[in-house]
């Protein structure tokens, strides 16, 4: 788990470019497999920078990615921030907190929700999201830490975040990891 949460904070140290790339798969991952997402994103590449919106959909769809159109459209909306987003988000920057950073990217970035905001944010080294989906609220509910709910509204993803906040202090583990720990215990994988 340390040398993924290491390969995070040395991504989110790169070139603008290479944090945007990271930003896409992000953007693809949403209702999609992560691995197949991972797949695409190294089959791409620097494709995310500059294929058109509409060779980018072709490709998506020649790669077998579900929703090609819209998510083209979305990468080709966020890449205004391809050259800058190290600007707003770097992970190393004293002055931008987690929450902040994640708020910036919720209002600039069409596509993503607060998973997939704090998923990206994880993945360039911020430490303190909680990345919620089906497999966490699986497992806080099997644990009785919270009920499910039946829509992931901003208020529940942010009541279970503080409740994996709590989890992560008692544990003296950072959300980042154990997000990992927890990925790990219900899929028996660590991706990213």
């Known amino acids: 788990m340390d040398t993924r949460i290491k390969e995070f904070k040395k991504l989110g140290k790169k070139p603008s470019c290479e944090i945007f ?5 992000c953007l693809l991952t949403a209702n999609f497999n ?3 997402g991972i797949d695409i994103q190294n089959k791409i590449g620097d494709g995310f920078l500059t294929l058109s919106e509409k060779r980018l959909a072709s490709t998506l769809r020649t790669l077998g990615y579900r929703y090609p ?3 083209a459209g979305y990468i080709a909306q966020a890449r205004i921030y391809k050259d800058s987003i190290k600007t707003y988000v770097g992970s190393w920057t004293p002055h931008i907190d987690d929450n902040t950073s994640r708020d910036w990217v919720l209002k600039n970035i069409k596509g993503l929700g607060y998973k997939e905001a704090s998923h990206f944010l994880r993945n360039i080294g911020y430490d303190n999201l909680a ?3 089906f497999h966490i609220v699986d497992l806080l509910v099997r644990h009785g830490l919270c009920e499910r709910p039946k829509t992931l509204t901003k208020a529940k993803y942010l009541e279970m975040e503080s409740v994996l906040n709590k989890i992560a202090e008692k544990s003296n583990l950072t959300l980042a990891k154990l997000d990992l720990y927890l990925w790990y215990i219900e899929t028996g994988k660590v991706l990213k």
């Open 131 to 133: 990345i919620i989906d």
């Open 21 to 25: 790339k990271e930003l896409c798969f």
């Open 34 to 36: 992560a691995e197949r």
């Open 69 to 71: 159109n819209v998510r």
